[in-house]
Structure formats: structure tokens, C-alpha cells
């Protein structure tokens, strides 16, 4: 008899919700974890005495309510809060804030432009009527696409509601639910707005994480479903969901090992038993799920050969090309916009234009990271202000575009010309932040991939194109079982994706639970 | 008092002939109006220079239905197709690549870049001819209404989920993947090699606004491998006497059918009254009516143009409006002294009896979409050369040739706008001549005669708006129930007794005759004429 | 458009006819006169001389090169000791065929397989984590292949006196002339029979030392026709005739698997896990639902049949490919005979031919389908064991 129930490969965010869904169903659950800390991209850690950054991904926005209230995590400290605003601000113009508010963003728009002032209700009344269609998918197993027209066909319940809340929108918005997805961001947002600050702040919430750029169809995908997502987001960041997780992971029984690497998945016959770890020691369990990426598992963890050939070829195509590298700031005085002279913003992006993305992400076509890249911003000092000493502030950039196979490698130099270039990016819309840096950290792609073991450095394990949205990772795995026998998928490689979520670590958790 | 017809065909582009044949043949009077001194429209020979015979426009036939060349008799007609031979990809250092219709021969030629392409190839196939089948049931009927209650929408839904379900579930991914990726990552899937990758992917962004790595161009890929389900094996090839062959050998088969046709008679507007279309006025007054008119222009022509915004309610024009065009290619031809001597592969031979492909390399090809996507044709395009008078002696002097250059990205709206053109038409012409005579130097010397198209050209003299040669992009989000606009995508518009017959119709552009073959049939269903 | 085997001077010299084939892009003769009759008897008789370079011939090496065949291979490849050879196939991750062929053990951890159609993609993709060099030395390795009751002596002959020992299914490192070579005791004919592998540069020094050595024993340059008719004696079947490889396979009825096809005697279920294993052990299980077997056409039928038009019996004089159905007794079709050939050694009009499991048994009574006058008829086949020919030099 195994001494676990369930051996969790990674103690990231989802790691750690499918750690707290199976404890708390009475499991015996052990966590591995290869870093010294837990929270995988959602750890906070101090990158500067007396800094401390937000995670990796700072945004959490999406961020489920319903695995948080679930899992009782209010209990353990967390909080969710309104979303901080988001400052939208380029070069040499006013900027403009995304506030939770409808009201109020529109009448910050109308600075700008009354035209898309009047349009913004318009545009976020749509997101919130095609809501109702997009959100049982995107948080409930997806189906079971080789019992397609039949009953038998996984999430029946799921479909149904969402073919209900479908059939409600008529027949002209059910067109536009088919003709949106596949379009490019920039395209679809043309047809709503005219300002260029505007579109591109809005599409550059579409492309992180992306191997593409605004004029890349299939990018209004992913802006219809973050928008359709984005409830509130937890106060203290990523780092305090992290925490929150972990302690209710603990609460319920769950063993947690940091340190601890996993070198491979314990195979006998055609199945999982456990796992190795990296010090030749195997700890049995009857299940095991991982969190880290598909590829890392499949083409790393499980010993070659074992694998049916298709489906390691399958899994060999799974696009996770990363392209963000991550910038953390530490700053001896607080990070002030030209934008919003004397006020403190916790978020804010830069794109100017919609060609200034696509320009940025131009350069990682051609294997160059770009020289001016645009940043999506997050000061968490604003919120938490023991992030950073008293009247300094921490701040989080999201750098995009590089790409994870520089041409001539990431060196040192590589490194920090990409720092310089970001921090460049910055200095442009809070003039003076240059002189104001008092330490730096750079993670590139490669620097990514080797902290937080995710293949290609890809911050969502695997790239959010339509069809690694629709069938993510593989056909064979997509409903969180593999063809191994005993394992299971609970990462961001799975269903419904990447990004501060917590519901691919739910569902692949309850995979495992309803197994025979 | 003006004659009555029972059906109008405005513009004679092989989709409006392939229309007024179908009627015609069922017995309906059939009047086509053209607007040029030729038919064709966009599939159209033309003398520029003596002796030399140019497809102007469209110049390979490419997945024109067999099943319209027997209903309709074409071969009786005129009609001739004459296979491509081979693909050649020429390249400034080494022998290039040519793809040959031998397999064993081109995996040698493939296993010079990489052994696993090479060998690769037939499974690749399968799984393409596997996926024809869905396509064609696509392309050979009307569009799918989703979200439709009707028994026989339903049905047909049913039966589109049927056969997938029968292929398997690898194969419902493989056409998620399919309709969704980039024809660079769909092909990566199988291959690797950048030489093969890049001549292969090219045929994904023919005519679109996209590059060989944006998703949505994988599904054209396919187009390729229709032919094999057709039953006819290498259906890319030339048409004889130059694609107008074509579209005279289909005006021919609708005259003999009894259909009228009318060149240089263009038409000024639809008349409309009471929210039904009657007939037309010519520029020159002269009016016609009919029971119903059928207009193969682009979807603006059509609408804005020929019948005016005022019929049309906010929610039809809105669409109209987003309905994207934005040409991206353009045309050179060329009359020739004598035969291009590539320099990777010298001398004449079979390998350019074929296509030519300038795409080195999937950056070269990249390059040139960056540029257009800032508003610059490309320096350096990606360019499908034939050299038709190799097969067809008929349209050059003997010893002398025509060459059609495909020439890709031409962006209709350049940075200093679209009417900013003809002012660099000729500029843009010495680019691709210079492009080309990288790989065959002494081109310039050789050339008897040139004809420059810009997007601009191709909107004013053969009238596609924005120079979009397909009326419209082929991407996802135009095609099927949304192409031109839901709710009217089944070749009936907001007009009625207005349909639409061209490729602004499903299922899209090419010389495929469907949009021609499929509207005429949903009219004859539809008992209206 | 074929290109020239190493051989093509000589084979060309030789060649009457002028028939040749493609095969897998290259020249390659179908029969040096304008009828094959000779060198089949050559390969019965005396001796025949084929180019089989046109094989597909890979190298394995390194210290995972035995676990990696074994991984790709349904047979148990870790019997394979230095110097040997062993006829195997391959299949995907169902049990589906994809190819058959040889391994030979040329060192340690030194393999060479062959086969019929091209490998590298396949042996690429099941490569992963193995610590092992591939290399596809189908360009550079010729091959000549000598068949039929004389071949001991024409080879040992050729060789100095070095083969004469060699067992069925060894090799040996060798030399002819100058030229180092390899000599397998293998073969496609079901007889007596050896291969040369040697570098293409030595494939006409090593050719005239052969038929140097062949002219006291009957040895005639071959081709594919005369070949084709002694595999079906033999009951060999081939790819892309008999069956088609699943990655060419449009639709799931054209597949197959080695117990389908009679190869069910190498599948080793019990040793290290490969590819495929799973779906056979559930087939094992179960019984294949359709199986290769020779048939032997009842000749007094046929001959009746003919007679009755006024014709004598009609016979394709050389191996045939182009697939007929088979019914049972009372004409419901039962499956289909993908190649046969008039057997003028034992005077038996053979195919072979993949009918449903319960008409397998030897002895059973099928229809075979033959045209007479333009028309389509049946006579009794009787299901018989194969091979049909099996001489016991091909092992003595």
C-alpha cells in the first residue's frame, strides 16, 4: 500500500489548489517541490535586500471566486479585492485608466476620445452577455471530443448551459460568439474604438505570454476570454495566493516538500506509482499529478521509451515558444508616471499604438529580443507597501517581446541589454525612473525556464493559440487523465490555460478524484 | 419597351458565367452584363503586346470543380487544363529545390535539407487527403447555418459531426489545428527544413494580409490536396490560352445555353423598388429588367456602389463596412526575348515548367510581410513565377515566352494611401524584376514588354475593391456563414431578387466556379426564377 | 525519374530487354530477356545474380542501440548475437505494420536494418532518450543478392573460401578481390541464397568477381519478375502488395498486423515493452480476424473453364500484384488474394491472399476469382500451408 494517495509534481499555484481540493477530500497528499519555495510564478520572493517582487505573473484578475470560496481560502488569509485600475499610457500623451468601473473608465476615455467614451459600455455589455456562453467552458472540464454526438460526452451539463445561454443570445450574436475568436485583437478592436492608446493597452492584455502580435488572428480570443473572466483579484498579489494556498494545503493534511526535485515519474508496466526524486529516492503514491508542463513531464519525467510513439510526438509539437521575460525593479523613491503626476498607480501599460506591439513582437520572429519592447507594469508596493521600504517602490515589468531561442544565446550581455531596454521602456512614460533604480533583476526566457522548470520559458506551459486553447495540451490529455495510467495533469498546460487561475489545479484534482 | 429577362448577371468573371450558364441551361433567360471589352474578369486573357497572350490576372487554375466542367460541358466549349509539372524553389547558393511529381525523385531532392522531410511527405499526404474530404463537403455545398432549429440544418450539422466523428477524434484535432494555426506551425508539425517549410507555406498566404506565420493560414494548404479527392490527380495547371480560356470556353457554354451576353455595358445601379430588385441601368441609360439580378461584383460594389447604402438597415452596413479587404498582392508580366537562365539550376528544362517560387527562406518571407504591414510593398517579395508558353505554345512567338509574376505583399493601402500608386507602380515593378534576376541574371535584358499591376490597378480596371483579389479576405472570421455578412450567407441578400454569385459569396475566391455554380442552384431551388 | 544503381553498367549490358522498373527511385531490371523463364530456373537451378541495392539500409550504433530495436522491433531483438541476422517487423503504437525487414548485428553495439520502404522518419521519432547514432547508409552500401542451389559455391568461390560454413541467417566480414565486404547467408526466394553488402565504389569490381566466380555454376544475372515469382513459392509476402504500411493506410481496413499477416511467430509479448505491445497482447488474445494464407488454385477447374470457350488454360506467365477477390462456397466475399504466380517448378497456380480467420484453415475450400473470355468467374482454391516451395538447402 502506497504511503500516499497523490504525489503532486510542483507546489505552484496549481500545484497547490489541486493539494488543498484532494486534502480536503481526505487524501493523502504530498507535494514536490524542486525550488527552496513554494508558489512556483506566483512566489513573492525578495530580489533586492528589503524588495520584495510580485510573482512572475502579477495579474490576478482571473483568479477563480469559486475555487477560492471552495477551498475556504478566506479562512487562510486571502482577500479578494476590486482589480486595481489600469493605467494605459505611452508617450507624450494623456494616458488613460482602466478602472472595475465602467462608469468611470468611460469617463476617462472621453479625455481622449468621446467616440470611444460612448463605445466602452457597448463593448464591455457585449463581453458581459457573451459571458454567460464562454464561462461554464472555461471553468468546468472541456468535453470529451471522441464522444462528440453522443451522450456519453463528458461536462454534458456544462454544454448544455452554455448551448442554453448561447441559443439566448440570438441568432446575430451567436454569429459574432463564432466570428470574434478567430480574428486578430487589432482587427476586432478597430471595429469598436479609434483611439490608439486605448486599442493598444486593451490588446496588449491579449498577447502576453503570446507568440504573436495584435495583427496575429486569433489574438480577440484571448481578449474576449480574459474579459470574460476578470472578477476580482487577491489582495497582496500573487504572492499572498501563494501563501493563502499553501496554508490551506497544510490545514487539510497535505505534506509539503520544498528542496525536493523531482527526477522522474516511478513507472511499472504502464503506469504510474509514484515518483523518483532527484536523490534516487521513490516516493510511492497511487496517483500523480503534475503541474509542471506537458512537455517537461512527458519528454522529461516519464523514462523514454515507455511512451506510445504518436503521442510523444504529439506532445513534441505542443507550441510553448516563450516569449516575456520578467524585469523587477527596486526603486529609491516612488515610481511616478507623466501620466498621472503625483499619483500612485499600482498597474499601467505602454504600448502607444497598436504597431508599437507588433513591432515588439516583429523582433522575436527573428530570434531578437526588441529593443523597445512594451511592458505591462505592476507596482505591488502601491498595495502592500512592505514590498519595498518606506517611500521606495518595488516594481514588476513583464517584458514583451524576447524570445526564448535568442539567436546567440542569452548571455550576460544579452541579459542586460534586455534590463536596459526595459528599463528605457519605462523611463519614457515616468521620466527619471533610470536614475531612481537601485538594484535590478532580469529574467529572460532561458532564465525562466531554468527557475521555474517551465519548457521554452513559457509563462502559460503552453502557448494560448485557438487550437492549444480548444485542445490543450493533447487530444489524449485533455480531460487532466494521460495515457499513463495514474497520472494526471493539473498545470496551466491543461485546460482552460494559463495565467493566475487556479482552475487547471481544481479540475485536474477533481480528475483525480473521480477516478475508479 | 426593354426586353424582359428572367435573370441579370452583372460582371462576366467565370463565378457570373459559371451563374448565367447553370440558369440558362435550366432554361431561364439570361442576360450578362460586363463592364470591360472582354469577358473573364478577373480570369481573363489579353494582347498586350503582339503576339504575346497574358492571364493579366489570375493566372493558374486552381480548384476549379470538375464536376462544373461536366454539367456544363466546358471541354466541348474550349476548355483545356494542362497540369503544373513541378514546384521550383530557386536559391542564391546551391541547386534550390524543385518538387517533382515523382515521389522518389523529389525526396532526393527534399533529403538534401532534411532526410525526415523527405521521407515525411507521405504521411503528411494522408492526412491532408484525409481531411479533403471534409473540405469538399464545404466547398461543394452552401455554408452551414449554426445555431439554425430547421430539420434540415440540423440534419446537415448532424451529418458534418457524423463524419468527423467517423474519421476519429485524432482527426477532429487535426482539424482544429487545421482551420486555427499558422501554415508554418501546422507544417512543422511534419517538417522542418526551412528550404521546404517556405515554398510550402507560401501557398497558406496567397492573397491574404497575413505571413506565413499567422495563425489562420494553415487551412489553404489543403487546397492543394483537393485534387486527389477530386479524382483528379494534379488539378493546378495551366488553362489554355491563358486562364481567359477558361472564362471564354464557360461564356461559350452559356451562349449555347441561350444566354445573352454584353460587353462593355457597364452597369451604373440596381434598380430598386420597394425593397425588390428589378433590373439595371447601364452608364449609358439603357435599362434592363428582369425577376432577379445576380451580381458576382465584390459585396461593396455590389451593395454600396450598384445599389446604394439607403436600402440597406445599420446592422447589414456595419458589417459591410468591417468586411475586410485590403489587397496584398499585385502582378508583373512580362513578354520575353528568350527563356530565364536561373543560376542554381542552369538552361531550360522541366524545372520551369512548373511554378517558381521566390521563398528562400520562411525570414525571407516574413521580411516581406513586415514591410506591408507597415505600408511598404516589400523590397525583397515572395513572387509564384510561370511561364506558361512553355506548355502552351499559343500564347508567345515561337522561341518567345510570357511570364506571369505573382507578386506578394503589395498592401492596397500604402503609407502615403492607396492613390499614392500609380506614382510607384514602376518602382514596384523594377523591385520584382530586380527580385528575380538575383536568381536569373541577364532577366532585364530579356524582357520585351512590361505590364505592372498594383492592387490600385487591379481595383480600378478589373474593379476588385482594394485590389483584393479573392473579394475579400479568406480569413476565418469572412468565411463559411459569415461570408459577407451573417445572416446572408447563402447568396440571397437583404435585397430581394438580389443575389450574389462572386467570390465575396461562400466558399470564397480562386478559379473554383462554387460561389457561380452554388448561388444559380439555391435560385433555381429557391423557385424564384 | 530513377537514377543508376552501382551496378547499372553491368546490369545494363546485359539487359535485352530493356524492361525495367522503379524501384524506390532507382533502375532496377524486371527481366534481362524479353521473359524471365531462364533466370527463374537460374534461381532454382543453378544460380541467380540480383542488384538489390535499392533496399533501404540504416545504421544503429551506441551503448542503447539493443534497447532501442528492441523498443521498435516485435521481435525480441536481445537474442541477436554478433554475426547474425534476423528477419523482424515493425509496427506503430496499435499493432499496425508499418514495415518488415532485417536486423543484422554487425559488432557489439553495431546494428544495420533494412527495409522496404524509407525508415528514417520513424526510427527518428522512436529515437527519443535512447543514446544511439543513426545513420542512413541506403546511398552508399550497394548489395547484391545470389540465390538458388549453386550459390554456396559461386560465393564461397568469389570469396577465397570463406563462406562455405555459413549458416542460415549469419553473416560474415569478408573480403572479394580488394573490396571488403559482407556476406549475409539471406535472402528473398525461399532457397539456397546469400547477399553481398559492400561500398558502392567496390559494386563493379565485386559484380565481375561474382559472375567470374558464377561461370562454372550456372549463374544468370536476374530480375525483379523472375524474383517475384520464387518469393510467392516461398510465400514471402511484400509491402505495399501484401500489405500496405499503416502510414500510408487511408482507411482502417487496409491496415494490418503481423498476426494477420502470419508473422505472429516473432511477436514476443513477454520481453521489454515496444511499440505496439499492448494492441497485440489484445490480439493475441482475441485471434486475428483476418489472415494471410496460400491458396492453391484448382488447376482441372480452371482448366475446364477454358475449355469450355474453346481456349486453352490462360496463366499469367509471371508473378501477379493486382489484387482479386476470394469467396466462399457460395460466393460471398471472404477476402482478397494480393499476389500469386504460376509456379513452374511444382506446376501449381499459387497466391496469397488475406481472407476472414474462419477460412484459414488449411484445407478449406474458397472461390478464386478468374477471367475467362472478359468474364469474371470463380474456381475452387484450396487453402494450403505456405511456403509452397521449401527446399531443405535453404537451411542445410
Not at chain 1, 240 to 256: K, Q, T
Request: net charge neutral; with cysteine; glycine share 10%.
Amino acid at each position: 500500500m502506497a504511503r500516499y494517495d497523490v504525489a503532486i509534481i510542483g507546489a505552484g499555484h496549481n500545484g497547490l489548489t489541486a493539494a488543498c481540493v484532494l486534502a480536503k477530500a481526505g487524501r493523502r497528499v504530498v507535494v514536490l517541490e524542486r525550488r527552496e519555495v513554494t508558489g512556483g510564478m506566483c512566489a513573492s520572493e525578495e530580489f533586492q535586500p528589503g524588495y520584495r517582487s510580485s510573482g512572475l505573473l502579477h495579474d490576478t484578475a482571473q483568479v477563480r471566486s469559486a475555487v477560492v470560496e471552495a477551498l475556504r481560502l478566506d479562512q487562510h488569509g486571502l482577500d479578494l479585492v476590486a482589480p486595481p485600475a489600469m493605467l494605459l499610457t505611452g508617450a507624450d500623451r494623456p494616458g488613460v485608466m482602466i478602472h472595475p468601473s465602467n462608469e468611470a473608465t468611460a469617463a476617462d476615455i472621453a479625455a481622449i476620445s468621446a467616440h470611444d467614451a460612448g463605445r466602452w459600455s457597448a463593448y464591455q455589455d457585449f463581453i458581459g452577455r457573451v459571458r454567460s456562453v464562454i464561462e461554464p467552458l472555461l471553468n468546468d472540464t472541456p468535453p470529451d471530443i471522441g464522444a462528440i454526438g453522443t451522450l456519453q460526452s463528458g461536462s454534458l451539463g456544462t454544454l448544455l448551459k452554455s448551448a442554453m445561454s448561447f441559443q439566448k443570445l440570438g441568432r446575430r450574436e451567436m454569429a459574432e460568439v463564432l466570428r470574434v475568436p478567430p480574428m486578430c485583437v487589432a482587427d476586432w478592436l478597430n471595429e469598436w474604438f479609434e483611439n490608439d492608446l486605448l486599442k493598444a493597452g486593451l490588446a496588449h492584455g491579449a498577447l502576453v505570454g503570446m507568440w504573436a502580435g495584435p495583427w496575429s488572428p486569433g489574438t480577440a480570443a484571448n481578449l474576449l476570454l480574459a474579459g470574460c473572466t476578470t472578477t476580482s483579484a487577491v489582495k497582496g498579489g500573487a504572492g499572498a495566493l501563494a501563501v493563502a494556498l499553501e496554508r490551506a494545503a497544510r490545514h487539510h493534511g497535505a505534506e509539503i516538500r520544498t528542496s525536493t526535485e523531482v527526477a522522474s515519474v516511478a513507472m511499472s508496466g504502464g503506469s504510474a506509482r509514484g515518483v523518483v526524486l532527484a536523490t534516487g529516492e521513490v516516493i510511492e503514491a497511487s496517483a500523480v499529478a503534475a503541474s509542471c508542463d506537458p512537455r517537461t513531464l512527458f519528454l522529461d519525467l516519464i523514462p523514454a521509451g515507455l511512451l506510445p510513439v504518436a503521442f510523444e510526438h504529439r506532445v513534441s509539437v505542443v507550441r510553448a515558444r516563450g516569449t516575456t521575460a520578467k524585469v523587477h525593479l527596486a526603486l529609491d523613491r516612488p515610481l511616478e508616471f507623466a501620466a498621472k503626476p503625483g499619483e500612485r498607480v499600482e498597474r499601467a501599460r505602454t504600448a502607444t499604438t497598436l504597431d508599437d506591439l507588433e513591432r515588439a513582437f516583429d523582433a522575436v520572429k527573428y530570434g531578437r529580443a526588441s529593443d523597445h519592447p512594451v511592458l505591462d507594469i505592476h507596482v505591488p508596493s502601491v498595495a502592500s507597501p512592505a514590498m519595498a521600504p518606506d517611500g521606495c517602490d518595488s516594481v514588476s515589468l513583464l517584458v514583451h517581446f524576447a524570445p526564448h531561442a535568442l539567436t546567440g544565446g542569452w548571455t550576460d550581455a544579452a541579459r542586460a541589454a534586455l534590463g536596459d531596454a526595459a528599463i528605457a521602456a519605462l523611463e519614457r512614460v515616468a521620466p527619471g525612473v533610470g536614475k531612481a533604480v537601485v538594484g535590478r533583476e532580469v529574467l529572460t526566457p532561458a532564465d525562466i525556464a531554468a527557475r521555474y522548470g517551465a519548457s521554452g520559458g513559457h509563462i502559460h506551459h503552453a502557448e494560448h493559440a485557438l487550437d492549444q486553447l480548444a485542445i490543450r495540451p493533447t487530444l489524449d490529455t485533455m480531460r487532466y487523465a494521460t495515457p499513463v495510467a495514474n497520472l494526471y495533469l493539473c498545470g496551466s498546460g491543461s485546460h482552460p490555460g494559463g495565467g493566475v487561475t487556479c482552475a487547471p489545479g481544481a479540475l485536474g484534482a477533481a480528475a483525480v478524484l473521480s477516478r475508479r | 419597351m426593354a426586353k424582359r429577362y428572367d435573370a441579370i448577371v452583372i460582371g462576366a468573371g467565370h463565378n457570373g458565367l459559371v451563374a448565367a450558364a447553370y440558369l440558362a441551361k435550366a432554361g431561364r433567360r439570361v442576360l450578362v452584363l460586363e463592364r470591360r471589352h472582354v469577358v473573364g474578369g478577373a480570369a481573363v486573357t489579353e494582347e498586350l503586346y503582339p503576339g504575346f497572350k497574358f492571364s493579366v490576372c489570375s493566372y493558374v487554375v486552381s480548384l476549379f470543380r470538375p464536376h462544373i466542367i461536366r454539367e456544363l460541358n466546358l471541354t466541348k466549349h474550349g476548355m483545356q487544363l494542362i497540369p503544373l509539372e513541378c514546384s521550383f524553389t530557386p536559391h542564391l547558393e546551391g541547386p534550390g529545390l524543385v518538387r517533382w511529381p515523382d515521389p522518389h525523385r523529389t525526396r532526393r531532392e527534399v533529403s538534401r535539407f532534411s532526410q525526415k522531410d523527405a521521407e515525411i511527405y507521405p504521411e503528411f499526404s494522408l492526412a491532408m487527403t484525409k481531411m479533403g474530404f471534409f473540405v469538399k463537403q464545404i466547398i461543394d455545398s452552401p455554408p452551414p447555418a449554426p445555431g439554425s432549429m430547421h430539420p434540415s440544418e440540423l440534419s446537415r450539422l448532424a451529418g458534418l459531426v457524423g463524419h468527423l466523428r467517423n474519421l476519429g477524434p485524432d482527426m477532429v484535432e487535426l482539424h482544429a489545428q487545421l482551420l486555427t494555426m499558422s501554415a508554418v506551425d501546422f507544417l512543422r508539425m511534419w517538417f522542418e527544413s526551412d528550404a521546404l517549410l517556405a515554398p510550402m507555406s507560401c501557398s497558406g498566404i496567397i492573397g491574404t494580409f497575413l505571413g506565413v506565420h499567422s495563425p489562420g493560414t494553415a487551412y489553404v494548404l489543403l487546397h492543394h490536396y483537393m485534387g486527389e479527392i477530386d479524382g483528379a490527380f494534379r488539378s493546378w495547371g495551366f488553362s489554355k490560352g491563358g486562364t481567359g480560356g477558361l472564362s471564354i470556353a464557360i461564356a461559350n457554354a452559356a451562349q449555347a445555353y441561350g444566354a445573352e451576353l454584353k460587353v462593355s455595358a457597364p452597369v451604373a445601379r440596381i434598380l430598386v423598388r420597394g425593397g425588390r430588385a428589378r433590373g439595371v441601368v447601364l452608364e449609358n441609360g439603357d435599362e434592363y429588367k428582369a425577376d432577379v439580378v445576380l451580381s458576382c461584383a465584390d459585396p461593396r460594389r455590389t451593395f454600396i456602389t450598384l445599389t446604394g447604402e439607403q436600402h440597406f438597415d445599420g446592422d447589414f452596413l456595419s458589417q459591410l463596412r468591417r468586411y475586410k479587404y485590403r489587397g496584398s498582392s499585385g502582378k508583373v508580366n512580362l513578354a520575353l526575348d528568350r527563356l530565364p537562365d536561373f543560376t542554381c539550376r542552369p538552361g531550360s528544362g522541366p524545372h520551369l515548367q512548373g511554378d517558381i517560387a521566390v521563398a528562400p527562406s520562411l525570414e525571407y518571407l516574413e521580411r516581406a510581410f513586415d514591410e506591408a504591414k507597415y505600408g511598404e510593398f516589400s523590397r525583397r517579395p515572395y513572387l509564384n513565377v510561370v511561364i506558361p508558353s512553355l506548355v502552351d505554345p499559343s500564347v508567345a512567338p515561337p522561341g518567345k515566352h510570357v511570364m506571369s509574376i505573382f507578386v506578394q505583399y503589395a498592401p492596397y493601402n500604402l503609407k502615403g494611401g492607396a492613390e499614392t500608386w500609380p506614382s510607384r507602380r514602376e518602382e514596384f515593378g523594377d523591385a520584382v524584376v530586380d527580385t528575380l534576376a538575383e536568381y536569373c541574371p541577364g532577366l532585364e535584358e530579356s524582357i520585351l514588354y512590361r505590364q505592372v499591376l498594383t492592387p490600385w490597378d487591379l481595383e480600378q480596371e478589373i474593379g476588385l475593391t482594394e485590389g483584393n483579389i479573392f473579394q475579400g479576405e479568406l480569413s476565418l472570421e469572412q468565411l463559411l456563414f459569415l461570408r459577407p455578412a451573417a445572416g446572408w450567407a447563402r447568396y440571397r441578400t437583404p435585397i430581394r431578387n438580389l443575389w450574389l454569385c462572386g467570390s465575396g459569396a461562400h466558399p470564397g475566391g480562386g478559379i473554383m466556379g462554387s460561389p457561380g455554380e452554388l448561388c444559380a442552384k439555391a435560385l433555381l431551388d429557391s423557385r424564384e426564377v | 525519374m530513377p537514377i543508376a544503381t552501382p551496378f547499372h553498367p553491368r546490369t545494363l549490358a546485359s539487359c535485352t530487354s530493356l524492361l525495367y522498373k522503379d524501384w524506390a527511385g532507382y533502375y532496377a531490371v524486371r527481366s534481362y530477356d524479353t521473359s524471365h523463364d531462364r533466370e527463374y530456373f537460374a534461381f532454382r537451378h543453378g544460380c541467380g545474380l540480383i542488384d538489390v541495392t535499392p533496399l533501404y539500409k540504416y545504421d544503429v550504433r551506441g551503448k542503447d542501440a539493443a534497447r532501442y530495436l528492441a523498443r521498435i522491433m516485435v521481435r525480441d531483438i536481445r537474442k541477436l548475437k554478433p554475426g547474425q541476422v534476423m528477419y523482424v517487423c515493425w509496427c506503430d503504437d496499435q499493432g499496425h505494420m508499418i514495415d518488415d525487414g532485417t536486423v543484422s548485428r554487425l559488432g557489439d553495439d553495431h546494428y544495420r536494418v533494412t527495409s522496404s520502404e524509407p525508415a528514417w522518419h520513424w526510427l527518428v521519432r522512436a529515437s527519443r532518450g535512447m543514446q544511439i547514432g543513426l545513420g542512413d547508409v541506403s546511398d552508399r552500401i550497394a548489395a547484391l543478392s545470389i540465390q538458388g542451389p549453386m550459390s554456396r559455391d559461386t560465393v564461397d568461390a568469389a570469396c577465397g573460401g570463406e563462406v562455405r560454413e555459413l549458416k542460415f541467417f549469419r553473416l560474415a566480414n569478408t573480403r572479394i578481390d580488394a573490396a571488403k565486404v559482407i556476406v549475409s547467408r539471406t535472402g528473398y526466394t525461399g532457397d539456397l541464397g546469400y547477399e553481398i553488402w559492400m561500398k558502392n565504389e567496390d559494386a563493379l569490381p565485386v559484380y565481375d568477381a561474382v559472375v567470374r566466380a558464377g561461370r562454372g555454376y550456372g549463374l544468370e544475372p536476374a530480375g525483379l519478375d523472375a524474383m517475384d515469382v520464387t518469393r510467392v513459392e516461398a510465400g514471402f509476402i511484400l509491402n505495399g502488395v501484401d500489405y500496405y504500411s499503416v502510414l500510408r493506410c487511408l482507411i482502417p481496413s487496409r491496415k494490418s498486423t503481423p498476426y494477420e499477416l502470419g508473422l505472429g511467430w516473432m511477436v514476443n509479448l513477454d520481453h521489454e515493452p515496444f511499440i505496439g505491445r499492448e494492441a497485440l497482447t489484445r490480439e493475441h488474445q482475441l485471434g486475428p480476424v483476418r489472415k494471410l494464407v496460400g491458396l492453391e488454385v484448382d488447376w482441372n477447374e480452371t482448366e475446364a473453364l477454358f475449355r469450355a470457350h474453346g481456349l486453352p488454360p490462360e496463366v499469367h506467365s509471371g508473378g501477379w500484384r493486382d489484387a482479386r477477390p476470394v469467396y466462399d462456397t457460395r460466393g460471398t466475399f471472404i477476402g482478397q488474394a494480393t499476389s500469386g504466380a504460376w509456379s513452374p517448378l511444382l506446376k501449381k497456380n499459387l497466391a496469397l491472399a488475406t481472407v476472414k480467420s474462419e477460412f484459414a484453415t488449411p484445407g478449406t475450400v474458397v472461390r478464386f476469382e478468374v477471367t475467362v473470355e472478359y468474364e469474371r468467374r470463380a474456381v475452387k482454391a484450396t487453402v494450403v500451408e505456405t511456403p509452397f516451395f521449401n527446399p531443405e538447402r535453404k537451411r542445410a
